[in-house]
């Protein structure tokens, strides 16, 4: 591996893929890093031997049993939306903690020059059950939902809805190629972001890895008039490895950008008036996920909707939401005659 930092500081690309530490390999070299700092002159970067063991013992557990035999530069944030949902039992402070550790090891990993970014940044602030929001959500209903998606512009317009109708994250949107749409057949195959030469065994098992979503007729209608209007500027923009969602110089959109329209939308349909928390983009998830919930009451069904493999990371997400249900469920038993 200090040939690997060599060859990075050098600008040299390594030899063989041998050189490239899995996570498992990262993770003992991160634990020694961590261990000499134990003894550190500075006081400001010395580790105490029980944070070191908290560390190892999370590691060895938790991260490494999951995510271990990943080169480190094949990490992807599938791969960690993954470890949260598989780990959906544990207390969430708990699963907070397994990736607020996994990103110190990464960090070192882009110090040390083995890959260039921080995965763990890619992950969205509602991907973890022990996050706090400074807010809580917005849960809009279908009529502010339709108000919202007429008063987006025309070039966001199609990624807001597909975030709408779909539930799907904005960075997986915004990662979506031409090869995972199918319009004739009415679906998007969301496992395709991870690349399919790197997709494991392990990726198969979980349902959220190799999800299907279905596409509404709202999404069939903006998806067909975008490829048309990318068709007629420039036939590359629809290849099968392009990026569906593109500025008008062809390059990728930007998250910031989507939440900006989407801003700019919610203010001029009255969504964000009266002091209230803007409509942010991860809200459009949370709509979706919250009306499929208030209609088929089958946290199940909710769960696949979601894309969650673990129907515990449902319930421990939407609380709130079950709470309402079960207050709803309470009054229908009224409503009939029983316990009245």
Known sequence: MEALRTDHARGVAPATRSLVPTISELAAEYLQHLEARVHHHDATKRRSPRTVALYRQRLRDHVVPELGHHPVDQLRVDHLRQLIERKGTLAPGTVTSLVNITSGMLRYAVKHRYVDRNVVRDLDRDDRPGSMRLTEPRYLDQSEVARLIDAVGPVFRPVIVTCATTGLRISEALGLRWRDIDLDAGSIQVCRQLDDDL??????????????????????????????????????????????????????????????????????????????????????????????????????????????????????????????????????????????
Do not use: W
Request: glycine share 8%; with cysteine.
């Open 199 to 340: 997709t494991t065994r392990d990726d198969l098992k979980s349902p959220a890895s190799r999800a299907t979503v279905r596409i509404l007729p709202a999404l069939d209608r903006e998806l067909r008039a975008l490829r048309a209007g990318q068709a007629e500027t420039d036939l590359r923009r629809v290849h099968r490895d392009a990026l569906v969602f593109v500025t008008n110089a062809g390059q990728p959109q930007s998250r910031r950008n989507a939440l900006r329209a989407l801003h700019i939308a919610g203010d001029r349909c009255g969504l964000n008036s009266d002091g209230r928390e803007r409509v942010g983009l991860h809200d459009l998830r949370h709509s979706l996920i919250s009306q499929v919930m208030a209609g088929t009451r089958d946290l199940d069904i909710t769960a696949t909707v979601a894309r969650h493999a673990n129907p515990g990371v449902t319930s421990t997400m939407y609380v709130g939401l079950a709470d309402a249900r079960r207050a709803g469920i309470a009054q229908q038993l009224v409503d009939a005659g029983i316990g009245a």
